[in-house]
């Protein structure tokens, strides 16, 4: 079966960094993979995707900040985060399932982690 799990969360001060990773089993790289974050009281919302082929899409919000990378032969998916502001708190999920990188919308992923939460103060 499918799984996707998170790790590399944790508590960080303003202006520093953190790298997420996603194991996936059971699926092929074929489909995009996308992390995604939710804050309290918020939406679930698109951060970067990657495709097949490598390319990305990330939020205007993370540009310039973050970078969504893959290893294929470790089946991993990493998110490195850099100089993280207090409203990049939340939890983030990695998913996968979507056909394109565009729209970067939860509703387009079939497949979902349990998640990990970061916090930067």
């Known amino acids: 079966h499918v799984q996707l799990v998170e790790s590399g969360g944790g508590s960080v001060q303003a202006g520093g960094s953190l790298t997420l990773s996603c194991a996936v089993s059971?699926?092929?790289?074929?489909?995009?993979i996308g992390w995604f974050r939710q804050a309290p009281g918020k939406e679930r919302e698109g951060v970067a995707a990657?495709?097949?082929?490598?390319?990305?899409n990330y939020a205007d919000s993370v540009k310039g900040r973050f970078t969504i990378s893959k290893d294929n032969d470790k089946s991993t998916v990493s998110l490195i985060m850099n100089n993280l502001k207090p409203e990049d708190t939340a939890m983030y999920y990695c998913?996968?399932?979507?056909?394109?990188?565009?729209?970067?919308?939860?509703?387009?992923?079939?497949?979902w982690g349990q998640g990990t939460q970061v916090t930067v103060s």
């Open positions: 998913a996968t399932g979507a056909r394109f990188l565009s729209p970067l919308h939860a509703a387009f992923y079939n497949y």
């Open positions: 059971g699926i092929t790289f074929s489909s995009c």
């Open positions: 990657i495709d097949s082929d490598g390319r990305t």
